[in-house]
């Protein structure tokens, strides 16, 4: 495979355990340049733990994930991985945005000093740099003009957007979005998945956690259903959520539409 075949996210055989809780259980998955991968499935099913697992937030019990080539987390030695210290391991997670169920924003910033904190600490920005290109992304994610706001002064919807902009000062290759609208009231979610949309259009790779299953359908380039940490469907929206093959898959998609 040479390295424009080569799908941006490669996962094979992860797995993770909590104690004697298996929660993911040998999945493969490859994420292409430019798609939005959707993941569906129950509570507990493993979506947000492979999220996690992505971005070595959660170290695999065993299996792999490798970006861009690189094995997260690790070197490769001939057929050994070796660990690599946790300031490498930053270096990677530092091209893998994620944006949380809850906004993490720090309260005591602005919504400006929030999105270039992390540009100037790890990509070496200078203060002007960050700030140019915050205000920039305020904008992209529709909030120009609340540059100088906190947090507590703006809406969840609000807040998941400046955290969307914050994922985005890093100019990442991956976005991660863990169930990013579950928090917020009904009305607030459509603002946020219009700018997930817009970043879609533009080329973002995105895998996604959501029960939004419009979104899925309108924006997803595949939909993954997972169940007991396996993936048990796998395909292009209007296979996965019109007419899945998997009575699990259809249970839930009765369920929740």
Same mark, same amino acid.
């Given at each position: 495979?040479?390295?424009?075949?080569?799908?941006?996210?490669?996962?094979?055989? $992860?797995?993770?355990?909590?104690?004697?809780?298996?929660?993911?259980?040998?999945?493969?998955?490859?994420?292409?340049?430019?798609?939005?991968?959707?993941?569906?499935?129950?509570?507990?099913?493993?979506?947000?733990? $492979?999220?996690?697992?992505?971005?070595?937030?959660?170290?695999?019990?065993?299996?792999?994930?490798?970006?861009?080539?690189?094995?997260?987390?690790?070197?490769?030695?001939?057929?050994?991985?070796?660990?690599?210290?946790?300031?490498?391991?930053?270096?990677?997670?530092?091209?893998?945005?994620?944006?949380?169920?809850?906004?993490?924003?720090?309260?005591?910033?602005?919504?400006?000093?929030?999105?270039?904190?992390?540009?100037?600490?790890?990509?070496?920005?200078?203060?002007?740099?960050?700030?140019?290109?915050?205000?920039?992304?305020?904008?992209?994610?529709?909030?120009?003009?609340?540059?100088?706001?906190?947090?507590?002064?703006?809406?969840?919807?609000?807040?998941?957007?400046?955290?969307?902009?914050?994922?985005?000062?890093?100019?990442?290759?991956?976005?991660?979005?863990?169930?990013?609208?579950?928090?917020?009231?009904?009305?607030?979610?459509?603002?946020?998945?219009?700018?997930?949309?817009?970043?879609?259009?533009?080329?973002?790779?995105?895998?996604?956690?959501?029960?939004?299953?419009?979104?899925?359908?309108?924006?997803?380039?595949?939909?993954?259903?997972?169940?007991?940490?396996?993936?048990?469907?796998?395909?292009?929206?209007?296979?996965?959520?019109?007419?899945?093959?998997?009575?699990?898959?259809?249970?839930?998609?009765?369920?929740? $539409?």
């Amino acid at each position: 495979m040479t390295a424009d075949e080569r799908p941006l996210v490669r996962v094979r055989g $992860l797995r993770k355990s909590f104690g004697a809780n298996v929660v993911l259980d040998g999945i493969d998955l490859d994420v292409r340049e430019g798609e939005v991968t959707v993941l569906l499935g129950p509570s507990g099913s493993g979506k947000s733990t $492979l999220l996690r697992c992505v971005n070595h937030l959660e170290r695999p019990d065993a299996g792999f994930v490798e970006i861009g080539g690189d094995i997260v987390g690790y070197r490769r030695d001939g057929t050994r991985l070796h660990e690599l210290r946790s300031r490498s391991v930053t270096r990677q997670r530092a091209d893998v945005g994620m944006v949380f169920q809850q906004f993490n924003l720090f309260p005591h910033m602005t919504v400006l000093e929030n999105i270039t904190e992390a540009p100037v600490a790890v990509r070496g920005l200078s203060r002007k740099q960050a700030a140019a290109r915050a205000r920039e992304l305020v904008a992209r994610v529709g909030l120009a003009g609340r540059e100088d706001s906190y947090p507590r002064q703006m809406s969840g919807g609000q807040q998941q957007r400046v955290a969307i902009a914050r994922a985005l000062a890093m100019e990442p290759r991956l976005l991660l979005f863990d169930e990013p609208t579950s928090a917020l009231d009904p009305e607030l979610v459509g603002e946020v998945l219009a700018v997930m949309q817009d970043l879609a259009l533009s080329g973002m790779t995105m895998i996604v956690v959501t029960h939004e299953i419009g979104f899925a359908r309108k924006v997803a380039d595949t939909v993954v259903f997972l169940d007991g940490g396996r993936i048990i469907e796998s395909g292009a929206p209007e296979d996965v959520l019109t007419d899945p093959r998997h009575e699990r898959a259809r249970s839930f998609l009765a369920a929740v $539409l």
